[in-house]
């Protein structure tokens, strides 16, 4: 299909902005760890997203540059917190920052990363009220996005977590960022207020779907996409949407419980206990409730789009939604 | 004086605002680790600065209510960081964020602190381009915050550290936050360029004068004032600007430079030793040359006030800049 090799330029000219505008400050520890992410690439779904939106409502897309770079930057600044929340210690298949220089570093270049979004995004050709609307947006943003980080963080202490507190967290840690890429688009192109609401609630839903759809991937496994083998999340214990479920299914003892059990989190799990982990995952129907759901949510965002003319751009958009939830194949 | 008693009104007056602005988000968890410096008091220097400016400039000294909260609120995100960075386990009496609760929510809570800070800020009520003035402002400042905390958590891991980048090191950490306040003041009072350059500056010099004017009392002590004890800095090995002005003049080894060492950093130094050391500092002359520059720097600060026409509140900022710098006794 057409959409990776259309995504992929325009990635490219993001990426060329992006270190243009991360070409700053005059302290070189500093400026190598802010850059250290960003400049390993990426698919910069959001400012791609915000793109097209601009495009579709009304030509602009062009002008979304510093807007999307701003999210793509405050995008790269969340991570750089999350692994040294989490302790991650790879990123992209390069060490993490606070393992190539140490934790304060990490902390202090996610926050000039932060600080330096802001700089940018004021760069944005709109009035200032609209400017006023994008600052307003991106604030309430990253403020639901600390909120989602911290539901995750405490996720991990707990004994059960439910669907619903789960997919709330996935909303606020992922889906906030697409609707506010996506809002934000139709702001600067003078969408609207339809326009704006719709395209926000739009990219909400497909966020959602998006990041629950990747919960399949990583059970399912996708090396040709993604790069995870199968069963990759069970090796490593993430708890995702389909887990989150099966255990709500598998409250009480039971084999199948054991069975699932033993297989996460275990590093060295053997293919078959992989295999026989994804079986009970398919018997609660874990897996078939999280594809579902990914793929309702992706009908709705679709249905929103009916608030943009024709465009080849809008076509595009549609597309994309169906790719992130597997439904181009 | 009067100073302290219409400063304690009008931080009285940030105070309550500033607990209505944080009165947001749904977490209650990350909503008590946020408010937890703030609502443990302080001198609200940054906004009441702001309001002063803003009123000597043009009247409109309530209008930076928004804007003032919002440095506040960024230096206190600044506070939660840098404790963590430092392991710095108490601040204001209090137990540190980290401590009360953990790293991860202490890292989240500075971050969501810092994306609230630009949503309050969109609440002044200014024209969209100010606007865009001061997100712009903030943002840069904020950068530099950043840098001068990584120069600080640098200079801990070097032998010895030169009296120009200490104050370099002074200035973006601390003085560009007091600088930002007073030209945000200008801005929204609607000031002219030269006002808000000038004011600007004036806060900048006025902000490194009280910053190392600051490690003078550290050294000197100053219980009345700041509850810190004769030679508490000695005791506690902080590397201030007067103990690396010294070392520049103890390069090589001497019993001076051993007796001042021997003090440093050695929390059970007894009264007797420390005395000493502070004998040291008076022989290199050290104590004599902060008290000199933090005095110069406060002359030059004071200068610039000439931009503003006479007004209660442009003597009350020259008594507070005398005030910062121990000039009012």
Known sequence: ??????????????????????????????????????????????????????????KRGKATMPFGCALE???????????????????????????????PTAIIAG???????????????????????????????????????????DFEARQTVGVEEYVLMVEEKTAVLFACAAEGG??????????????????????????IWDDVLGILGDEKKTGKPVGNDIRNGKRTLIIVHALEQLKRPCSDRDVLLNALGNEKASAEEVGEAIAVLERTG????????????ARKAKELLQCLPPSEEKSMISSLIDYAVGRDR
């Open 186 to 211: 139709a702001i600067i192109a003078g969408g609207t207020d339809q326009q704006v609401r719709d395209m926000k609630e739009c990219a909400r839903l497909w966020g959602i779907g998006f990041q």
């Open 1 to 58: 299909m057409e959409l990776p090799k259309r995504m992929a330029d325009m990635a490219k000219e993001v990426d060329e902005r992006l270190m243009h505008y991360l070409d700053y400050g005059k302290y070189p520890k500093l400026r190598k760890a802010m850059i250290h992410y960003p400049e390993a690439g990426g698919k910069r779904m959001r400012p791609v997203l915000a793109m097209l939106v601009a495009e579709a409502v009304g």
């Open 73 to 103: 930057i405050i995008h790269n600044f969340t991570l750089v917190h999350d692994d040294v929340m989490d302790k991650d210690e790879m990123r992209r298949g390069r060490p993490a920052v606070h393992v190539l220089y140490d934790e």
């Open 286 to 297: 874990s897996i078939d409730f999280v594809t579902k759901q990914a793929h309702e949510y």
């Open 111 to 153: 926050d000039a990363l932060f600080a330096r979004a802001y700089a940018i995004l004021c760069d944005t050709d709109v009035p200032g009220e609209d400017l006023r609307r994008l600052v307003r947006t991106v604030s309430e943003t990253v403020y639901l996005i600390a909120e989602g980080q911290q539901m995750d963080i």
